[in-house]
């Protein structure tokens, strides 16, 4: 058994998976836009303008999948109470990940040393995401 990340992006999924592809590296796996989907949407459950956002995509980061939406019709709600981790062989790219991140988002706390790592921060990227970068 394993557990994969499903974020829901209300309607910013795109812009999330280029930043991603940006900052981390994320490696898009398939994406595919509700216009696209082999069964009709039922009336009345995709907002006006969702045609082409995005249903359902899934990324990589290093081997680990994230899968994302636009999530049609969940306006409004938060992230909260979880945080994704990053763990990174080196510093150097522990720090390249938690500064690329941090465009357009804010730090909850600054990278550096702990007593458990040589090298930890936490952010909330412009999406809301919170990370853990450490090595």
Not at 45 to 71: C, Q, T, W, Y
Request: net charge negative.
């Amino acid at each position: 058994m394993k557990i994969e990340p499903y974020l829901f992006f209300d309607g910013r999924a795109e812009e999330a998976l280029a930043f991603y592809q940006k900052s981390l590296g994320a490696k898009v796996e398939m994406v595919m836009r509700f216009s696209e989907s082999p069964d009709p949407i039922p009336d009345g459950r995709l907002p006006e303008g969702f045609e082409n956002k995005i249903m359902h995509a899934s990324f990589l980061i290093g081997v680990a999948r994230v899968m994302v939406s636009d999530g049609a019709g969940m306006t409004g709600r938060k992230f909260g109470g979880f945080a994704l981790s990053l763990q990174f062989p080196s510093e150097a790219e522990a720090r390249a990940a938690f500064e690329a991140l941090a465009v357009g988002g804010q730090i909850d706390m600054p990278i550096g040393p702990t007593f458990w790592s040589a090298c930890f921060g936490m952010i909330t990227d412009r999406f809301g995401i919170q990370w853990m970068v450490t090595i």
